[in-house]
């Protein structure tokens, strides 16, 4: 009998086979395309879960897929910064890479092999992360072991999970790609989506523990952290930003007396940070933070296309210059013309 | 330590310039228009040869992807102080489909022949500002990854890395070999000078196909459209602070 002809007698009996017989197989066949999406969360001591996991988590929602963390844990629990945060938030499980180094920042060659285990294990078809400095760097290094192309920094995805936009060239142009890997690796911009929110009365998820020991090639040493009394800067409502022609990091503490007022994040341009008035961490731009805040002024700076691919998406955005033909005039909704060691003290002043 | 480095390098188009989207929606116009070679490459380059000077590296071999073209930024690098080049010939029509997983395996399979300890790339390339590069070669070698350095200092039998994240500075430990990549701090690249130019005429650049590193390049990600972004309207000028501060108001802003 050829090929063909048993194939075809296989179908002829299939005929033949009882209701329950078929109904219990289609069931089965359907299961075993219900891939899950998989979620990377990253939560820092009492700020719990990072603004941008919960913009991926938003991402990963679009899918209509069964949801799972993966929660980087010093210990077998569920950390208690976030375990109600967590609950509240509904996933179907909760998997713990479970490392005694990840009682400090997880270093991505660690976390790696611990996420793939997770991909694996949930027969994930999508892998979501913010696309932080963590989640930057982890999601290739996963990606390139799967064999897969990651797709970086996406402003939108389609329901069928398939097709999404990211920013090139600094944001002067979007591209629409489309992945045909059975896994998808993907960092999710923080303000292209709304941060999903907890609520309560959710039951328990289900933890469990994702085994491993990997080899530590990398260890975390330490971290210098800009601290701030003003809000975060990546999802700060109001942002000052504050350009070279502050001439001084003396000078920069008018825009943080403004900000004050204002309950305003501050940011700074490339030169400003260049110049040394501020620290590299307040870069605002295509190589810094990229921000979409309601109100964003930006203050002695001439908007290079580097910087407006950092802010470009705000709702209202204000500049200040004494430079009438600044390029920042032509994407600000009010510009003012003029001095701005006379304005901004006015503008304190009258805010 | 005497060890030898893998520099990446891309041919992007200036970043000083305006970018245009084709009128075929499939790309932008990169037709008569200036190319450099990655800003962050060229960081790269630099902190590779300086390894040189300081007498940590003792070879430093610098490669790039692309068509014909990319000699020039090969050439460019070897006139920084590189010691030679390696150019994978990919044709100018399949570089907007060459990736990151393409770049990465080919740059692996590169480090191997050429037994290197270090790779160091540019963080980002600002035509497609992907940052995977780096972290993905580092995993098929499966070996640490200092990634957006800002500083490379040797430590003991492997290098200390600080790294520039969402917060400030991150300082890691890595054992070598290792792979790189250089975030806009970790140093200010030189100009080549003109002795150095004409020098790097007789520095070598071999010549390799991605098929002779067993690397396969066809597109993974399909590129669907590229469009302009979204335009904001035109805005207004306001004569003073009242001003201003009344237009917010109406906007919805109360202090």
Redesign the interface.
Known sequence: MTDLEKRKSKEFMTMFLPRATIARRLAAFQSRRQASTVVLIEHRGDSGINQGSLAAITAARTLNQDLHFVVPSASKELPSNIAKQITGLAPAAVHLAVHSSFAR?P???TL?PFLQDAIKATDASHVFAAH???G??????????L???????ILSITPDGQ?FE????????????????SVKLITVRTTAFDKASSTDGASDSKVSVIDGSPDE??????????KSDRPDL?TAK?VIGGGRALKSSENFEMLNTLAG??NAAVGAS?AAVDAGYV???LQIG??G?IIAP??YIAIGISGA??HLAGM?DSK???AINKDADAPI??????????DLFK?IP??TE?? | MALKVLVGCKRVIDYAVKIRVRPDKLGVVTDGVKHSMNPFDEIAVEEAVRMKEKKIAKEVVVVSCGPAQSQETIRTALAMGADRGVHIEIPADQMTVLQPIHVSKILAKLAEKEAADVVMLGKLAIDDDSNQTAQMTASLLDWPQGVFASKVEQKDSGLEVVREVDGGLETIKINLPAVLSADLRLNEPRYATLPNIMKAKKKKIEKIKPEDLGVDVAPRIEVVSVEDPPVREAGQSVGDVDELLGKLKDKGFSS
């Open positions: 920042p270093v991505p060659e790696a932080s400095a963590f930057k760097s982890v999601m290739p290094r996963v990606a390139a072991a064999d897969v192309a990651p797709i970086s920094d097709t990211r920013a090139i060239y600094a944001g002067n142009a979007i591209c629409t790609v489309k992945s045909n890997d090639i990398t260890t975390f040493e330490k971290e210098e952290l800009q990546a109001v007022k204002l490339r620290d590299n961490s295509q190589t933070k309601e109100l296309i580097q470009k209202v955005i204000v005039f032509q994407i600000a909704d009010y510009g003012l013309v003029g304005l006015e503008l009258k805010v």
